[in-house]
């Protein structure tokens, strides 16, 4: 009755229900006008800018303070960051999937914020509290000379306080961002094209969260001490989550539609289990629902059968015995399973790109520490400010693009981005090139630098203006704006309707697997290089080091990347406009 009901009034024009299957948290069905849109968006942005001031306070700064407090050295700081990086972006994926089966990506999310509350306040104390932070030596001691270490007990808190934040992030990082697109509708052509633009406003709301944490929070860390530098980024969390939760009356919301690797799991172990069966050639024999009203009825988009990975068309493939979930799989479901299995090879060519990213919190921080940091003389930039280079880069990137380079392009192409998602993730790859053939030659000019002036001890300055870093950084943010964003768009974009936080995870598994290659690398690197009485490239006293042997290295693994990336590329097919999914549904 209540359908009928809602289907009168749509025809009489007196609700504007949204056609995308968002409803209100009761499941109940939404009208476009009171909700979603640019207004509940600026309530999911206003929480991404205050998190992205703890998440990066804590982490842009973090290689420092494992090397001066916990006296880590140069590969194991950079591993355990990059390891805490990578876990940070490789729990968001058991997030989505709690989301997507369980509690929605709403619930999900308020969940783990709380875990994540918990973790930040937990890690402030541990830097604050006597009992908990690592013992000082008198005030005229460097931190680097200083001889007492901290207890087993309290390193444990530390990195006990560092996980809990994972946790949290894997629940609130892969919704927070897909609730947002959420808020558009693509059936309707006004939200659709608004929908074009969010990630580019997203990633630029990110950006300037990032600033924040590289200039202001990184400089009262270093100056003024750790307990207010990680106390802040608390209390900005905190704060983000009273906005999140303000704008609850205007948010859209996907109900959980069951869970999206279970059904890959059975498109895969029905095409395993009829591997001889016969493929037919008429698509119209494999295996559908009984109608096309079944679909719209409950909200979902139909997919037509495709030609691509055929060998999954097995689990369609009809047969006289008794089926289950786990033997015969509609056509939908089969080619759901294919848009997310097609996307694979364009993942597997992030990683290496990840590798790069990763630098920028380690080594490149590191190489800063060894050079002279005054702006005059009274002054020092922190080397960990350097990250607010990139994000300069990347905002000033992201609006050149949005703004003049997008329509420029999309009069020539015809593409409503300008430029397809493959090709903008290409120049970001291009870019990443330029960086590392860059800095290998600016460690070659320190390395020299330091040889002339005699300059061997560890934790001596080499006479050389930290600035000559800034190219590097600069250029990153510029790599940043092109591969970053296209890459979380195309994750999204060309996920199935059912499996978009999965998609997304797909984005923040990328830069995890990268963070676990940059660990695993430079450690068999630096013991590799050490072998044969060898003195090694990457050692605790950098003046000493051969970083330029590495990133020259990294250049080349960045450059056979982008090699194997074109040829992912050019074989991949986009999945059909979602405009023609609704003809299909409507015909």
Not at 168 to 189: L, R, V, W, Y
Not at 481 to 505: C, R, W
Request: glycine residues 6%.
């Amino acid at each position: 009755m209540a359908k009928v009901e809602k289907k009168c009034l749509e025809n009489a024009g007196l609700l504007d229900y949204t056609e995308d299957g968002t409803t209100d948290l009761k499941g109940r069905p939404i009208t476009r006008s009171k909700t979603g849109r640019w207004r509940a968006c600026s309530f999911l942005v206003g929480y991404e800018i205050f998190e992205r001031m703890a998440n990066h306070g804590i982490s842009a700064n973090l290689v420092v303070y494992l090397s001066r407090k916990l006296h880590e050295g140069t590969v194991k700081s950079s591993n355990n960051v990059t390891n805490w990086t990578g876990t940070l972006s490789l729990t968001p994926i058991l997030g989505a999937y709690v989301a997507d089966t369980y509690l929605g990506r709403y619930w999900t999310f308020v969940s783990a914020s709380a875990i994540y509350i918990m973790g930040m306040s937990l890690l402030t104390l541990a830097v604050a509290v006597p009992a908990l932070r690592p013992p000082s030596c008198d005030p005229g001691i460097k931190d680097e000379d200083c001889t007492l270490r901290a207890s087993p007990f309290q390193v444990g808190i530390f990195y006990c306080a560092l996980y809990m934040i994972a946790v949290g992030i894997g629940g609130t990082k892969p919704n927070i961002s897909t609730m947002g697109a959420d808020q558009f509708d693509s059936f309707e052509p006004k939200e659709k094209h608004q929908k074009l633009s969010f990630f580019n406003w997203w990633m630029f709301c990110i950006a300037f969260g990032n600033f924040f944490s590289y200039t202001f929070l990184v400089y009262i860390q270093d100056n003024v001490g750790w307990s207010l530098g990680y106390g802040l980024p608390t209390i900005g969390l905190v704060i983000s989550v009273l906005v999140f939760l303000v704008g609850t009356p205007f948010y859209r919301h996907k109900m959980p539609s069951g869970s999206p690797i279970t059904r890959v799991a059975q498109v895969l172990v029905a095409a395993v289990r009829k591997w001889k069966v016969n493929i037919p050639n008429d698509p119209k024999e494999l295996h559908d629902q009984p109608s096309l009203d079944e679909h719209a009825d409950k909200m979902k988009h139909r997919i037509d059968h495709t030609s691509s990975l055929r060998f999954l068309d097995r689990a369609a493939v009809k047969s006289t015995r008794p089926s289950t979930p786990w033997t015969l799989c509609p056509v939908t479901q089969v080619e759901e399973t294919k848009q997310m299995m097609k996307m694979i090879p364009v993942l597997l060519t992030t990683f290496i790109p990840s590798i790069i990213i990763a630098q920028t919190h380690t080594l490149f921080i590191k190489q800063g520490t060894t050079l002279d940091a005054s702006m005059g003389p009274h002054f020092k930039i922190p080397p960990a400010s350097f990250g607010a280079f990139v994000t300069i880069f990347v905002l000033v990137t992201l609006a050149i693009y949005d703004r003049y380079l997008v329509p420029t392009l999309r009069s020539y192409t015809q593409n409503p981005r300008g430029i397809t998602l493959l090709k903008r993730m290409g120049i970001g790859y291009v870019v990443q090139i330029v960086i590392m053939v860059l800095a290998c030659l600016v460690e070659k000019k320190r390395l020299l630098v330091a040889r002339e002036n005699g300059i061997v001890g560890k934790g001596e300055k080499v006479p050389l203006t930290i600035f000559i870093l800034l190219p590097q950084f600069a250029l990153m943010g510029v790599a940043d704006a092109f591969l970053e964003v296209a890459k979380i768009e195309f994750f999204y974009d060309q996920a199935p309707q059912g499996m978009k936080s999965i998609g997304t995870s797909y984005y923040t598994s990328s830069y995890a697997v990268g963070s676990f290659l940059s660990s695993f690398l430079l450690k068999t690197v630096s013991d590799m290089t050490k072998r044969d009485g060898h003195k090694g490239w990457v050692l605790d006293n950098l003046n000493l080091s051969h970083l330029d042997y590495y990133y020259a290295l990294l250049a080349g693994f960045v450059f056979l990347n982008f090699l194997l990336f074109l040829v992912v590329a050019k074989s991949f097919a986009y999945n059909v406009d979602i405009s023609e999914a609704k003809i299909a549904v409507e015909a």
